[in-house]
């Protein structure tokens, strides 16, 4: 059993070491384990903090590309490198390393594909009033949304499978964790969550600027993942609406029509037929784009199909031994003799 413990970084050269020093070396269930600095285009010298502290694979952005595109490439350096278990932490300290052995133990014993380091958020100490109020409401949504049963959605301390971290496919540019829930939820993986021990934050986050700039953009990845999910749910619902809203202006006209009153409201009639058009037309996109979810499905069937038999060539090298250099030798003395 492999175990990659992947950190995405930016400028964090001051506070990789003291973190990598509070990483676990062994752990019950584990026969190895490493580590994955996705450096996403800092201008300090994380990278080479993380050469010099013994790190072992090393993904670097030359640009800032965001969390979510850091913790893709992260993954899949780990799938790369044959982690049978990934663990996503932060730099800065705010979770406790030993920790990592509590999340990790569901996975390895097959309980969980996913399990959430839970911060315990409404009497964590760390946390201010308004902070509490906004990650119990987040969390509320998103295990409404998800169907699962997670506490603290945008914890992004997290242990993964390799068999959940080939099926999750993340398609938001600003954080991974609540698409990451709402997609497994839907896929019928198995999450689960165990309570965890943080520190204070030593630094504003870089994530996002403001509050409101959070809720925002958690807000948009939340409605996304949803909607990708239960497309026609979603746009006949909509649809729906619509047209019920359409429904009064009509009967409206159509009272006072059958009442010999009709003179003066045909504006009923002309927004009550607005409504019913577009809600027939959200419906008719709702169709379309549950056409589209199931072609993303088929997508995501086939790259795990791919995924899975890359895993089997990449054994099947490991496995059969390298005759290139016997073979070369061979040549070399047969060469010489002539």
């Known amino acids: 059993m492999k175990l990659i413990i992947q950190i995405p970084c930016l400028n964090e050269a001051q506070v990789l070491p003291e ?3 509070k990483l676990p070396r062994s752990m019950p269930g584990v026969d190895e384990i490493e580590y994955c600095i996705i450096d996403d285009g800092s201008t300090d010298d994380t990278s080479g ?14 640009g800032n590309r965001g969390l979510a595109e850091a913790f893709r490439s992260g993954i899949d350096k780990c799938l790369a490198e044959g982690a049978d278990v990934i663990v996503n932490t932060d730099a800065d300290g705010q979770y406790e390393g030993a920790d990592i052995a509590e999340i990790v133990a569901p996975v390895v014993a097959g309980e969980a594909d996913i399990c959430i380091g839970d911060r315990s958020v409404g009497k964590n100490a760390h946390f201010g009033p308004g902070k509490r109020i906004l990650q119990r409401l987040g969390s509320y949504v998103v295990r409404t949304l998800s169907a699962t049963d997670i506490t603290d959605a945008v914890s992004g301390f997290r242990a993964i499978s390799r068999d959940a971290a080939q099926r999750i496919n993340i398609t938001t540019d600003f954080s991974y964790t609540t698409d990451m829930l709402i997609q497994a939820g839907r896929k019928r993986l198995a999450i689960t969550s165990v309570p965890i021990r ?3 934050a030593t630094r504003p986050s870089r994530l996002f600027k403001s509050i409101p700039r959070f809720i925002q953009q958690t807000g948009v990845t939340i409605l996304r993942a949803y909607t990708t999910f239960n497309a026609l749910r979603v746009f006949v619902g909509l649809g729906m609406m619509a047209t019920l809203l359409g429904l009064f202006p009509i009967a409206r006209f159509l009272w006072f029509f059958f009442n010999g009153d009709s003179q003066g409201h045909i504006q009923s ?3 009550g037929g607005a409504l019913l058009t577009v809600g027939v037309l ?3 996109l709702g169709i379309l784009a549950d056409l589209i979810a199931t072609n993303r499905k088929l997508l995501e069937a086939n790259m795990l199909k791919l995924r899975r038999i890359e895993d089997k060539l990449a054994k099947k090298e490991k496995a059969e031994p390298d005759e290139t250099p016997e073979f070369t030798a061979e040549f070399a003395e047969q060469r010489k003799a002539s």
């Open 198 to 200: 943080t520190h204070a």
């Open 269 to 271: 009639l002309v927004i």
């Open 49 to 62: 903090v993380a050469r010099r502290w013994g790190v072992q694979h090393i993904v670097r952005h030359r």
């Open 19 to 21: 973190t990598l020093a």
């Open 282 to 284: 959200v419906t008719v």
